[in-house]
């Protein structure tokens, strides 16, 4: 597959290896803070063949274990409701609230459905003129313009049973919260690939300034991932703390003009919480009143929700680096994809079910 | 986040006020929406996110970072 | 206003409508529809002279075995609930054959004799139940096994997703043949017969909820010819999977478990079409637990190996067919997956259903 096949060569991977320990002299933190590019260095074992004064910390980068258990509750409310049609991206199904999760509301009889794309969320509102369908519009900067698209079209198609439950969050402010913690031990940064083909990595340079950290936009396929850390060692080792762009192949500086004009139209900025982390100031975002008539949260006006998290649960510690998944009490034995306790365990990209599945005996 | 995966566009049109296209993904084609990226062309490569066009792939820098990763490993194959 | 006591349960027809072209409840009430549908859909697919002879059980001579021991019998049984009925590649019918002769096979049985069971949505048209019933008639002629007893119910509309299908087959053990998933030993070489993936994939897009397109086609296929040719090499073939839901991973890991030793496999040998690894990249699936319904995994002392995979390449079913790792002494570490840059991941079971990802 042309743009993937390239960037997954072994001869490459091994030369990067290689310079990766020619440049380096003494021990390094980098965190990655991307579900996805936590996935590509467990599946490809990058981990392993990495030197081992490069620690790798993998930071709050997957959307699904951050959503709030507020939020998860919320969802599962909605959907437990009659006459709703609940559509969500294919991860959150799996997702524990205080309660189960959304494949044993669906084993109930209620009608959850997964979707690929919002825009099919808004076919499905179309299709049922006398259902109420609402979308779990999730995610980081990477989605907010598929999240906001569909709002959009709805409004566009003068559709009025369709809804969003809201639950977006932004990278440089989850960066800065863990920069400014007394715990951090993180060094340099590899930038998620995708967001910045949204947001540009303009917002970097304050931080990099600030904190005095190396930041460097990396993509995911094993080339890409070692190249953004062998240019974040190269300036560790130089002392220099630079924002370098390693994804110019979709990643330039100012990011996608039409899709950050559509986010500015359908949200704006809130603080949000993150599960297992806490509240983050302006690290979300809601939508705008104007569109009141799209919010699920305001159409279904749901109270009385008391989050219940399992106490034995340290996705929060694992989200911020600061422990990994097998020093976890629980990890492998109480908690397993099949049982997860956490959100970390439950998917795909979270660092929990990522060593898990990938890396947890050898 | 975020699995965005690269495709060719196949065919470009209007549909429900929205810019879609055909994206062939390698023998898999799927619909996807371009109102993110509206100076595509037919034949460009674009990086698709859960059904929306992030923006499309520069072509020259991605061959600028081969060339540069080529350089790499010529220098290792020195060492 | 109905009145809310009445109930449809003891209902019966009371006049004779022809109902030709759709599957009513009088279907499946035993009396003359059901006897008409048998004569009509059923029969002229599956006639033979076991079946003909119309008892409520099929009877069969089993033949003398070789050394005069008992004929070792086996016998699978497996219910059939794929929507859509058609898919690229097969429909419901092939599905239900080619699964049940597979399973059969896949302990070295030449399957031989087959049961069907039949639950008919009440609305299904018989022009869908007929074209079901020639493909599974299709797939019994290729696989060379004989339907020798069958049953058919119908239930109301909306229980059954048109039509859902059991089958029970049964096959005769050739004598010197002891194929379980008990006897990989370390050593062993592990081969699988083509392409993974392509039946999932297919079925996937022919559902039609993620709205993607692809030339993939599903492999389903009878097996039999396959495993026969190889045990024409050898009888001492060990193990015999065929990787149908949860994968190559999954077979794998049930195959490690219950012969409690280690596998492990490498990356760049595990065959898969480029349209199936697009569509799994796409989606964020892993190819190695895609279902499949026309592959096997076979494992062999290694010095039976070469041979072994000569003659399944020279069968139409094998001919992708490739050696794509081994057994170890370490039952500890389950499966695990040697990638091109050398690095080793643990190969899991797959965990739960399998789906679409963002992140």
Redesign the interface.
């Known amino acids: ?4 096949d ?1 960037y997954r060569d072994s ?2 991977v091994l ?2 290896v ?2 990766i320990k ?1 440049s380096i002299s003494q021990n390094w933190v980098i965190m990655e803070i ?3 590019q936590t996935h590509s260095i467990m599946k490809y074992g990058l981990d392993q063949i990495l030197p081992e004064e490069i620690e790798l910390v993998h930071g709050p ?3 699904v274990c951050v959503t709030s258990l507020e939020m998860i509750d919320k969802a599962h409310a909605v959907a437990s409701m009659p006459e709703v049609i609940f559509t969500s ?1 294919g991860d959150m199904l799996r997702v524990p609230g205080s309660h189960g999760d959304l494949f044993s509301i669906k084993a109930s009889g209620k009608d959850i459905r997964v979707v ?5 969320a808004v076919n499905i509102a179309q299709a049922n003129p006398d259902k109420q369908v609402v979308f779990f519009a999730i ?2 900067e ?2 907010a ?2 999240n906001a ?1 569909s709002v959009l ?1 709805a409004q ?2 003068g559709l009025k049973n369709f809804s969003i439950l809201t639950s977006q969050v932004r990278v440089p402010p989850a960066m800065k919260a863990i920069l400014a913690s007394s715990n951090n031990r993180v060094q340099g940064f590899l930038a ?1 690939g ?2 910045c ?2 947001m540009g990595f303009w917002e970097y340079f304050p931080i990099s300034n600030k904190y005095k950290v190396p930041i460097v936009v990396t993509g995911f396929e094993p ?1 890409d991932i070692l ?1 953004g850390i062998l240019l974040v060692i190269c300036e560790l080792e130089h002392k220099t703390h630079q924002v370098i762009n ?1 994804y ?4 330039n500086f100012e990011g ?1 003009k ?2 950050q004009k ?1 986010i500015e139209q359908v949200f704006t900025e809130c603080d949000q919480k993150w599960r297992g982390i806490g509240k983050i100031a302006k690290s979300g975002w809601k939508l705008k009143s104007e569109f009141k008539d799209y919010d699920a949260e305001v159409r279904f006006q749901i109270h009385g929700i008391q989050p219940i998290e399992s106490p034995l649960c340290l996705s929060g510690q694992i989200l911020q680096g600061m422990i990994k998944p097998i020093e976890c009490p629980v990890f492998a034995n109480q908690c397993t994809p099949e049982h997860p306790l956490g959100a970390t365990m439950v998917s795909s ?1 979270g660092t929990c079910a990522a060593y898990y599945r990938y890396g947890r005996s050898l | ?8 566009i196949t065919d470009i049109y209007v549909s ?3 810019l879609m296209g055909k994206i062939d ?9 371009l ?4 100076e595509a062309k037919l034949g460009d ?1 674009t ?6 066009a ?6 020259k ?2 061959f ?3 060339a540069l ?1 080529d350089e ?2 010529k ?3 020195l ?1 | 206003m109905t009145d809310p006591m009445i109930s449809f349960e003891g209902a019966t027809c009371p006049l004779p409508f022809n109902h030709n072209d759709l599957i009513v409840l009088g279907h499946g009430s035993g009396g003359r529809m059901s006897f008409d549908l048998i004569r009509k859909v059923f029969l002229p697919s599956f006639a033979n002279p076991i079946l003909n002879t119309g008892d409520d059980a099929g009877l069969i001579s089993l033949p003398q075995s070789e050394n005069n021991l008992n004929p070792r019998i086996a016998i699978s049984t497996d219910s059939h609930v794929v929507t859509p009925l058609f898919f690229p590649g097969g429909d419901i019918g092939r599905l239900a054959i080619c699964g049940t002769v597979n399973d059969v096979c896949m302990l070295g049985a030449n399957p031989l004799w087959m049961t069907v069971g039949f639950i008919l949505e009440e609305g299904l048209k018989v022009d869908i139940l007929y074209k079901v019933v020639e493909s599974m008639h299709a797939a019994a002629v290729e696989a060379n096994i004989q339907v020798i007893a069958g049953d058919t119910k119908v239930v109301q509309n909306g229980k059954a997703d048109g039509l859902y299908i059991n089958t029970t087959g049964f096959g005769i053990v050739p004598s010197g043949v002891n194929i379980s998933g008990t006897r990989a030993k370390p050593g062993d070489s592990v081969i699988v017969s083509g392409t993974i993936g392509d039946h999932g994939i297919s079925v996937l897009a022919a559902r039609g909820e993620l ?6 086609i599903s492999d389903v296929a009878p097996l039999n010819g396959l495993v026969a040719a190889m045990l024409d090499v050898t009888k001492d073939l060990h193990v015999l999977r065929d990787p149908t839901r949860g994968g190559l991973a999954t077979s794998l890991n049930e195959i490690a478990i219950q012969s409690e030793v280690g596998i492990i496999i490498h990356e760049e040998n595990i065959p898969v ?7 799994c ?2 989606l ?1 699936f892993d190819p190695l637990y895609v279902a499949n319904e026309g592959k096997l995994i076979v494992i062999v002392e290694k010095y039976n190996a070469e041979s072994v995979l000569a003659a399944m390449k020279k069968h139409p079913l094998g001919k992708d067919a490739v050696i794509i790792g081994s057994i170890t002494d370490k039952p500890e570490i389950l499966v695990t997956m040697k990638s091109t840059y050398g690095t080793t991941r643990i190969i899991d079971m797959l965990s739960g259903e399998m789906l679409p ?3």
């Open positions: 597959m042309r743009y993937l390239e001869k490459l030369h990067l290689n310079e020619r991307c579900g996805g980068g997957c959307p991206y690929y794309s919002s825009l099919d995610g980081f990477t989605t313009p598929a698209m079209q566009q198609l998620a995708h967001v083909t949204v080339v190249q390693a110019s192949r979709v990643v996608n039409p899709a559509i990209e | 986040m975020c699995l965005a995966v690269p495709g060719k429900n006020g929205l993904f390698g023998g898999v084609v799927r619909e996807a929406c109102t993110y990226v509206p490569y990086i698709i996110h859960v059904g929306f992030l923006n499309l792939i520069d072509e820098e991605a600028e970072t081969l990763l790499i490993s220098q290792d194959l060492e | 709205n993607f397109e692809t030339e993939i079409k480029p349209a199936v690894k697009a569509a990249e796409m964020g990802r963002i992140c």
